[in-house]
Nanobody
Framework: QSQLVESGGGLVQPGGSLRLSCVVT????????VGWFRQAPGKEREGISC????????AYADSVKGRFTISRDNAKKTVYLQMNNLKAEDTGIYYC???????????????WGQGTQVTVSS
């Protein structure tokens, strides 16, 4: 069965850190661009980072630049999102997804996980 499964979300205080993981099964991860997205309550899903399967630098939304780092381990079939200095506005459901070309646009992604909840609150 082909699927993407996110984990690592939770409740964290402002200024704290979390590391999200996305395990990909049934797809050859090497072939794809990987992306992380989030959706806050009442808002549209937004792209926050993507990482190509080629030698192209990662892309980040302005809101997370300098705080979040995306990485991938194709051998482990896992994608990561290290999130530091978290803020209340980072709260939302975080999704990983696969695409053929680098993009922060959700519509460009074909395969999605179910999401993991991140809540930043004191």
């Amino acid at each position: 069965q082909s699927q993407l499964v996110e984990s690592g979300g939770g409740l964290v205080q402002p200024g704290g850190s979390l590391r999200l993981s996305c395990v990909v099964t049934g797809y050859t991860l090497d072939y794809y661009v990987v992306g992380w997205f989030r959706q806050a309550p009442g808002k549209e899903r937004e792209g926050i980072s993507c990482l190509s399967n080629r030698d192209i630098p990662a892309a980040y939304a302005d809101s997370v630049k300098g705080r979040f780092t995306i990485s991938r381990d194709n051998a482990k079939k896992t994608v990561y999102l290290q999130m530091n200095n978290l803020k209340a506005e980072d709260t939302g459901i975080y999704y990983c997804a696969l695409a053929w070309d680098p993009s922060l646009t959700p519509d460009d992604y074909s395969y999605w996980g179910q999401g993991t909840q991140v809540t930043v609150s004191s």
